[in-house]
């Protein structure tokens, strides 16, 4: 409710175990401490459509969804529940172009892990400012 009233755009990423989902999820939640962000819980959304959560993310005028990689799984479901033209999408790894051979997120150093999700959370803040979203 009180994101809501603040006029807070949720902020929405990928949870998947492998690398790339939780790059996804570090630059959300990076993307998520910026002004005027907040991070949603995609589950609370995608499983109890009567709370304040969900009511939050279809009442929104926006929601960002940071995917982990192409397959876009999140998005997906994100599509089904809010009007598909309030969501900017994003998938993550076009920005860094790394670990497409690598699945577990512990194979990467965390430090290197977190390094590359402020790189993408800084591209998509000045997607954002610049009222864009990526396009692969």
């Known amino acids: 409710?009180?994101?809501?009233?603040?006029g807070k755009i949720p902020v929405f990423s990928c949870e998947?175990?492998?690398?790339r989902g939780e790059i996804a999820r570090l630059a959300a939640n990076l993307v998520a401490e910026e002004e005027p962000y907040a991070r949603c819980c995609h589950a609370e959304v995608f499983c109890v459509p009567h709370s304040a959560m969900a009511r939050w993310a279809r009442e929104s005028e926006k929601a960002i969804m940071i995917d982990g990689c192409f397959l876009g799984c999140h998005g997906r479901i994100l599509k089904n529940l809010i009007d598909e033209e309030k969501i900017v999408h994003f998938d993550a790894l076009p920005f860094y172009k790394k670990y497409t051979d690598t699945f577990l997120m512990n194979d990467v150093p965390e430090a290197e892990r977190k390094a590359v999700a402020h790189q993408v959370a800084d591209k998509i803040l000045d997607k954002l400012k610049q009222g864009q979203e990526l396009t692969a």
């Open 1 to 6: 409710e009180k994101q809501l009233s603040e």
């Open 16 to 19: 998947g175990p492998c690398i």
